[in-house]
Every structure is written in C-alpha cells, then in structure tokens.
C-alpha cells in the first residue's frame, strides 16, 4: 500500500532532495500515472523541488501562478482538483512529460492538492496521467490519504534542516535559522555547487573579506548577495561597485566621496561607496581593475576602517564587510606589477573559487529550464522546452560565458522559433539549430584567421556550403569575440588597455562584451 511505503521512508534517515525524489517517485508508481511533481510556494511563483517522469530541466523553471490557472485553482482549494481531458485550461506541463518530446498531448488528465505545512500554504502535488479516466474517484480519496502523509514528510525534511542549520551556528544563537535549500535562489544540483553554497553558509557568519574568483558569467553577484543574506549583516546594506566601469580620474571619488571644492564639478558634499555601506557591505566587483594610487588608499580602509573623503582633512571611521570578486589571476598580476601584493592579501582572506557552467553537468539543463520559462512568459507562448539533441548539445558544449552566455543562448533560439513562425499556441521545441552553437570551434577558427590577417570582409573567405554554413550576425559576433578575446590576453586581461588597443570606449567594450557573453 502506498501508505506504507511512504511511511517507511519517513523513518528513515535519507538527505532532503532524496526523500523528496523517493516520495514522488512512490506516488507515480501508486497511481499509474505519467509525471508526479512537488512544487513549493516562492512568493508569487511555484518551484518544483522534486519531478518524476518530467524532463530533468522542468526542475529549473518558476511557474508564476498567474500565468498558470490549473496551478492557480489547486491552490485554491484544499481538497483535490482534477481537470478533466477537454478542459481549455492550460496545462503548465505541456511538452515537459518525459518522451513526450514536442507533440501536444492528444488527452490526458491531471489532478492536484494544495499542501499546508502548520497551518501556511507551502505548495502543491501534481499529477498528470496520459489515459484519460485514471483519476477517478478511487483515485481522488487515495490522494486525499497520501497529501496527510507527503505533508508529514515535508515536515521531517524541515526538521532535519533546522537541527543541521543550528548546528552550524550553535555559537551564535541569535541569528535565525538558515533557509532550506530548495528557498534558493541559486540553481545547482551539482557536487561542486552543492560544496560552494556550503562553504559560502559558513564564512558568511563571519566578517572576514571574501574574495570570489570565477571567469566571466559565473554569478559572482548572485553569490556575493548571497554570503550578504546569510551574514548578521543582512538587515544592512549591500553596495555594489562595478570597479572596471568607474573612471580612473573618478574612482577615488567614487569609493571614498568627496568635499565640495575638492576638485573641478564639485559643487557640494558627496558621501562615497563606503559611507553608503557603512554597517552592511561593499561589495567590489572586477576588483583586478582598480588604478594603482586608489588601492593604496583601498588598503588603508581596510586595514584601519578608516576613510578620507575627497578635499577632507580628518579621517571618517567605517565599518564594512568586504566582499570582492575577479576574473583575472591576481596572482599573475601582482608579479606584473599591475596589483599590489598587500592588498591581495588583505582580500584574499578567504578565496571561493566559483566552479564554471562546464564543470557543472546537469546542471545546465536546470537552468536552461529557467531561461526557458522566462522566455515562455515574456513571449506568451503555451509551451518552450528544448528538443533530446538541443540538450545533449548543450551538455557537450563548454560555455565560454558561462551562465549568462547560457541565458543569451535561450533567449536567441526563442525568439528565432517565434520569427521562423512558430505560433504561440504551439508546443515549440527548440532544436540544436536554433542555438547557433559551434561545439568543434571551427567557426571561431575561422574568424581568428580573419582576424590576424586584418580582413574586413568576414565572409569572403568561403564561397560554397561553407559560406553559408552561419548567418552573418552570427560570424560578426565571432569575430568581435575573437579580436575582444585577443586583446585582453595581450592586456593581461586589463579591460581598460584592451579597450585602449580596439579603439573603443572602455564602458561600450564591457556592454558588447556582456552581448557576447564574455563577462
């Protein structure tokens, strides 16, 4: 009976994510159905936190119950909620069943039960089935049994979280407990991830500098408010400088503010950065591109507290927590002389190496998942999802731009889907095709060559298939990655040198970059 095989699991002692996995998995196999998913109610958005017979990247996506009325009316209600095969109410799973691929499923019914945790609505069950009838009336009162008992097993799951969490912060009772994992705004199911967001609910508590390395489209930002959230500093708050964008004539200003008269265009008294972030924290990010003369006076702020505004005499006293972030080996650049060793040191108190997109496995697909519900909301389409062989490709590829290239990626292919004529009724399955992914490089190559040789006529090169094996955005976009990617390992990744050397001004080289998914 399904009673007691999810009481079993109840008392076992199993990690959260695998009870979770194990209940859904049971109830699938119980009711004779397709899919089995566990949402969780986050503010005006349901995640799953655990699927059974979904495709892997459904775990990624938000369901803004807004935009889904079947999910809108299971949480309406306390008792179950079925939808009978000709309801015209969309169905938030449509092409997401696993090996249902892109056809809209001909009929199917799909029923559902809000789930309360101590009295708070906490989220739902869902169940679809692919032969209509399954959810009969037998099947609603079974539902209604099991909902006692997959509410009882979120509850356990809860319980294990906070004696864990008030373990790790048995030293200082005052702070709440730690969220569960599945409140995350981060995605990342991965070993590596899993360790990372670990290690980060550890040295958050403190007030040491953190410094986060990571190439280009990591989530440095996400995970510097992170440590933010998690530290006693979480009431205060958290400043974000973007040291590459700030000019080097203004970075001074910027940081420490100024008096008025201090220079030309001071017209009046200005707090800096770190007055904003007094009691809270500054975070510093593409901290490698600070000048020379500010990170003398940025070590000095760290190692006393203390500030000096712009045309000031007397010295301010700051209390900030530092968090800084860079892509570039500051190793490397304090042995050019580009960085000084003191001030290395001083924020590289505790290093968090930030695992790239490739390193990651599946987590890819979640959050693909995420990208492509964002898109399914902004386009108004029915149903977006990605074909077998879009995410094998995406699993092969190596993601030079990480997340935020990943995002860009998506975001392409749908809206190619929707100008090719997709209709937004449609289940729209995005193929390898739509991605504009060069897995071998070989586009890349041959833009290098061009690109050496100081040719303006990108495509002349190749005359037959070759020439029109890309669209020309798509080469153009190369090459400027290319000849960007040339700079910058000429510049020892110097972001203002590089712009200097391409001729272009240092803040429109970071937006085209951030286009071409490099930072």
């Not at 100024?258 to 972030?277: I, L, Q, V, Y």
């Amino acid at each position: 009976m399904i009673e007691e095989s999810l009481l079993a699991d109840l008392t076992a002692a199993l990690p959260a994510s695998i009870r979770l996995q194990r209940l859904v998995r049971v109830l699938r196999e119980h009711f004779r159905c397709g899919a089995v998913a566990l949402l969780r109610l986050q503010e005006d958005a349901l995640v799953p936190v655990a699927t059974e017979g979904l495709v892997h990247e459904a775990l990624g996506r938000r369901f803004r119950i807004s935009l889904h009325p079947r999910l809108e009316a299971i949480l309406a209600q306390r008792e179950p909620t079925c939808f009978e095969p000709g309801s015209e109410l969309p169905d938030p799973y449509d092409g997401l069943l696993d090996g249902h691929a892109g056809d809209p499923l001909p009929v199917h019914d799909c029923m559902g039960n809000s789930l309360y945790i101590e009295g708070e609505l906490w989220g739902v069950i869902t169940l679809d089935a692919m032969t209509a009838g399954t959810f009969d009336a037998a099947a609603r009162d079974a539902l209604r049994r099991a909902v006692l008992l997959v509410e009882a097993a979120i509850r356990v799951t809860r319980l294990e979280d906070e004696v864990r969490s008030l373990r790790q912060s048995w030293n200082s009772a005052s702070q709440p407990l730690l969220a569960s994992p599945v409140d995350e705004e981060i995605l990342g199911h991965s070993l590596a991830m899993q360790a990372l967001l670990r290690e980060i609910d550890v040295v958050a508590d403190s007030d040491l500098p953190v410094l986060l390395l990571g190439e280009t489209g990591v989530g440095k930002e996400l995970l510097a408010r992170r440590l933010q959230t998690r530290s006693p500093r979480r009431d205060k708050a958290l400043v974000h400088v973007n040291c590459a964008a700030l000019p080097e004539s203004l970075a001074e200003s910027e940081l420490f503010g100024h008096c008025k008269g201090a220079f030309s265009g001071a017209t009046g008294d200005r707090p800096g950065r770190f007055e904003a972030a007094d009691g809270g924290t500054l975070f510093l990010d593409e901290v490698g591109e600070l000048p020379l003369p500010v990170q003398a006076k940025l070590l000095r702020a760290l190692q006393n507290g203390e500030i000096q505004r712009l045309g000031e005499d007397q010295p301010r006293r700051v209390d900030v927590r530092i968090i800084a972030a860079t892509n570039r080996d500051l190793r490397q650049s304090v042995r050019d002389g580009a960085f000084r060793a003191d001030l290395y040191h001083r924020l590289s108190v505790y290093p968090l190496p930030i695992p790239p997109l490739r390193d990651r496995g599946n987590d890819v697909l979640l959050l693909a998942g995420r990208f492509l519900e964002l898109n399914r909301a902004r386009l108004g389409l029915r149903s977006l999802r990605l074909s077998p062989e879009a995410e094998a490709l995406l699993l092969r590829y190596p993601w030079p731009g990480n997340v935020r290239e990943l995002e860009h990626v998506v975001s392409r292919a749908a809206l190619k889907a929707v100008s090719r004529g997709a209709r937004r009724t449609d289940i729209i399955t995005l193929g390898p095709e739509l991605l504009d992914l060069d897995l071998e490089g070989e586009g890349d190559e041959r833009v290098a060559d061009h690109a050496r040789s100081g040719s303006a006529a990108v495509g002349h090169r190749n005359v037959g298939a070759e020439a029109t094996a890309q669209p020309l955005r798509v080469v153009m976009d190369a090459a400027q990655r290319e000849a960007i990617r040339q700079a910058l390992a000429a510049s020892a990744d110097n972001w203002s040198l590089a712009a200097r050397s391409l001729e272009v001004d240092p803040s429109n080289l970071h937006k085209l970059a951030r286009r071409l998914g490099l930072k």
